[in-house]
């Protein structure tokens, strides 16, 4: 029952506190009957909101504006912060050229985000939480009797072994310490062989280190790889500490019957770990990565992808076209931006809808029902790419019109939530160009950024402090620079990024170390990357027009 309207009570007027309230000022707060509504609003009209008694409560209530007393501030300035403003501020020479957004939308959607998020609080979440409560309230009832008993237990055994019981105990210390011994000479013997590796791993350096001083040709060609000699680690020492088992005897069978301890024993286990390949995550790595299929789109130059699902993806290049294919290369459906240029960028928002940014307009959009709607419009910065977070927030890299500083901002529906820029030292994290930073975002939150111009992946994370960055491999990367393209990630938290120069693909894990990197399945040019939900990885070939579908994990 609503309670407005319950006949639980009489509701009196405010005014002359005797007649029933028929109406409300919904500005004003107070209840009013018929004659009484002359008087109220006898001051001026249009700072009252009169609506019948049942209808109170029901005019939003909208801040006042501090310049322009007494009007109310019914939008919201997005070049200004999204400050409130009135009709006068908007029309006045501080807002000229704006964009304005109306405060009762931003109302009703602020209002329908807690209306769901109270839903999933109350018939989702706390329900778990209170099974978990009631759950630790039964263990904390039980824990009395339970260690009760334990103490009880043990005081009877302690009376059982009272007598007698220091000969014994001294005889098997020793016994212990004969074990300790031989547990130490096992491990000083494996150290004493992991020692003679470093020690012949360091003459390797020298001799490594020698070979690239030396102008002489001959000993540089005819090094042999050396890394598979100690990539793979040798066998893990396990051994297993003794274990005291107790048992019950009399005094007559004290020694016999005391206990036994268990013989030491000593095994090896083989270490997956490798110096190039870590066993960093739950899904392995292969050695050699497996060219799945490739599609060629008919894009003379194709730049960026998002994957649907693993059999159908979204591409675009230099024209307006934005193609859908599927797996076997055949094409789904065809947008077109509204602007006629190409896009920067391509995401898929959490309803599967599809965004791009506009090169000619800065601007964000949404394809949805093929029809294109306006989501953020820049004022002084050029956007380039985007990303869609796990929450559904929006990362979009930028840069100013100059093309002096560049950033990422973070965008929940069309509101600025955050501004990504610089260093703890107010050092700038990305170059000032203010375009080829492709972004994600990794299982960790972190933001991910290859910021090609810089040839460097900058990883930041959640609150925008800066975790890492990553200038490429010497394996990869000794011949031509480092210009990072596409970046992605996976569901081990594996970071993949696209290198154009050197035709092949980066992986690190979530803390910028090197794992491998993807050069035997005849890349060209590899630019724009994505991963579907199975961690198959689409590369597009710039030049080539094509994407390549490629397995490389197991």
Known sequence: MDPRSSAQDVHRCDLCETAIAQSYCDFCHVNLCRPCIGEHISDEYETHKIVRFQDRKSTSIYPKCITHTPK??????????NIFVCSSCTASEQHRGHI?????????TKKEVIENDAEKLQKLISPKYEDIALDLDNQIANLDGGYQKLTTEISKQGERWHRDIDIIINKMKTEIGEIKVKHRDILQKHLEEINQIQSLINKTLLAMSGI????EVTPTIEYSYKIREFNKLPPKIKVTPPTFIPNLIDCEQLESLF????PLSSATE???SSITQPNTSAKELLDEPELVATIKTGHTNIYNLTCVNENKIWTSGVTKEI?????????HETNTTRSGKRPKDLALDSDGNLLYTDDKSSTVNKIKNGHTMELIRLQGWVSDKLCVTSTGDLLVTMGNNNGTESKVVRYTGSTKKQTIQFDDECKPLYS???????????RNHDVCVADCRAGVVVVVNQDGKLRWRYTGHPLVTKNKPFEPRGITTDSQ????????YNNCIHILDQNGQFLLYIDNCDLRYPYGLCVDNNDNLFVCECFEGNVKKIKYSK
Request: proline share 0%; glycine share 6%; charged share 30%.
């Open 493 to 500: 938290s594996c970071i993949l990024t696209a290198d154009f």
């Open 270 to 272: 083989e270490n997956l």
């Open 323 to 331: 193609k859908c294919f599927n797996i076997d290369g055949s094409l």
């Open 100 to 108: 304005f957004v109306e405060v009762l939308e931003v109302y009703k």
């Open 212 to 215: 690239k001083e030396s102008r």
């Open 72 to 81: 109310n501030c019914e939008h919201q300035c997005k070049n200004c912060d």
């Open 259 to 262: 206990g036994q301890i268990t």
């Open 432 to 442: 000032g160009s203010y375009d080829m930073k492709y972004i994600t975002e990794n």
